[in-house]
């Protein structure tokens, strides 16, 4: 039967791409929301002919994504991509050893990998789909290659899947006239996802920062006067660490473990110590934070995270617990070392004095910390402007001061000589 693939039947109107003259399509939405199968019937669209040997508008076609893998397994491979999607007298040959799918009518497909912008210095398309643009760690970098690359027929288009970041790449793109826009959020494609993800996801970030950005699908701009800037936490990315010193743990443990209550806030962070103090950089591993978790569950979680990065401290906020809060760390390891730490001044104020190592571009940024990053843009120098509490910004904020801005702060101190 015909009627299971012909997608502007079953399509959703953001699934289907704009008319006008375009250059990009971004198909932007909320995870779940359909933009993988949107870019996928769109590959379709350019490269069938009205027969199975007929050729289409297009013939030569780049598929993108971050990492080859990912290319393969979402956009060739997964259960909205391009080989799920074709009929059988369409369906297109994966060649593994080339990474490239070859249609019946002789179009071709091939696999890239943004990690490698160079790697697309040479191919020409004639038309390109690019997958989760917002999350390339070496995005511009990327973007710009295809670009030379897509010189090929009468009108070159790009069809980009993603779901929004604030990132200068993105912004860009969609700020050229050439480039057209849908969007949707995820609650659009409910029909095709779990009841139970749904009410899941929605209890736990309706309203929040990272909820509006993964499930409603909104390009987040930076909050008025936020400590950090989502373009300066892209700059502080790196893709490799070097031989670190020291490495902390640290917690800012919730008031209670129960369901609705604040996150246990966990954050890895380690510091390159040698030479004189002010020239010390610290660099964040992980964001390793729990949910409504019980103070044995955080615990583990935290001695877990000490174990995986070979920490040599923990170091505790014990200003809601008090020496609770290190005896549950104690009863799941007696031998781990425990500092406390007291908040004597708001949140914010004690945000600063690490902002302000970002702006010295003194810490880096390592691995997936989005949701950290996503809190650390929320808060203000007048509060947090988010839901809930900061959990991991607190987190991150005692672990940096650990490392660098008390041993920086002892530095500053006058040394008194005896006389």
């Not at 390339?136 to 970041?165: I, N, S, Y």
């Not at 031998?335 to 970002?358: D, F, I, N, T, W």
């Not at 809930?388 to 904020?397: I, T």
Request: charged share 25%; proline share 6%; hydrophobic share 45%.
């Amino acid at each position: 039967m015909a009627l299971p693939y012909l997608f502007e039947f079953w399509a959703m109107a953001h699934q289907m791409p704009p008319e006008g003259d375009w250059r990009a399509w971004v198909a932007m939405g909320g995870r779940g929301a359909g933009k993988t199968r949107a870019g996928a019937e769109w590959v379709r669209a350019q490269v069938e002919g009205a027969k199975p040997l007929d050729k289409g508008r297009c013939r030569t076609v780049a598929l993108v994504a971050e990492t080859v893998d990912q290319a393969r397994d979402v956009m060739v491979f997964g259960e909205s991509g391009i080989l799920a999607c074709s009929p059988p007298d369409r369906r297109p040959e994966w060649q593994a050893t080339r990474r490239r799918l070859v249609w019946p009518n002789g179009a071709t497909a091939q696999v890239f990998s943004a990690s490698e912008p160079e790697s697309l210095r040479g191919p020409q398309f004639d038309c390109a789909w690019v997958d989760e643009l917002a999350k390339w760690k070496k995005g511009r970098d990327a973007w710009d290659m295809l670009q030379f690359a897509l010189r090929l027929g009468e009108k070159p288009q790009v069809c980009v899947t993603t779901t929004p970041r604030n990132v200068g790449v993105l912004k860009e793109l969609l700020a050229r006239e050439s480039t057209v826009v849908t969007s949707a959020p995820t609650e659009a494609n409910a029909a095709n996802l779990a009841a139970s993800f749904l009410q899941e996801v929605e209890a736990r970030y309706a309203g929040t920062r990272l909820g509006r950005q993964e499930l409603e699908g909104v390009l987040l701009e930076d909050v008025e006067n936020a400590l950090w800037r989502s373009s300066g936490l892209e700059e502080a990315r790196v893709p490799v660490l070097p031989d670190l010193d020291r490495v902390v743990v640290a917690v800012d443990p919730p008031v209670t473990g129960k369901a609705g209550s604040d996150a246990c806030g966990i954050v890895v962070a380690g510091a390159v110590t040698r030479g004189p103090v002010q020239e010390w950089r610290a660099y964040v591993l992980a964001d390793c934070t729990v949910s409504a978790a019980s103070p044995s569950t955080w615990a583990r979680a935290a001695i877990r995270a000490m174990e995986r990065f070979g920490a040599d401290r923990l170091v505790a906020e014990v200003n809601q617990g008090g020496d609770l809060v290190t005896e549950v760390i104690r009863q799941v390891d007696p031998m781990v070392p425990v500092k406390q730490v007291h908040a004597s001044r708001g949140k914010a104020a004690r945000a600063e004095p690490v902002a302000a190592l970002y702006e010295q571009g003194r810490v880096q940024h390592c691995g997936d910390l989005g949701a950290l990053e996503d809190q650390m843009c929320a808060m203000t120098a007048q509060g947090f402007d988010g839901k809930g509490s900061p959990d991991r910004v607190d987190a991150l904020v005692w672990a940096l001061t650990e490392l660098i801005v008390e041993p920086a702060a002892k530095w500053r101190q006058p040394q008194v000589r005896a006389v």
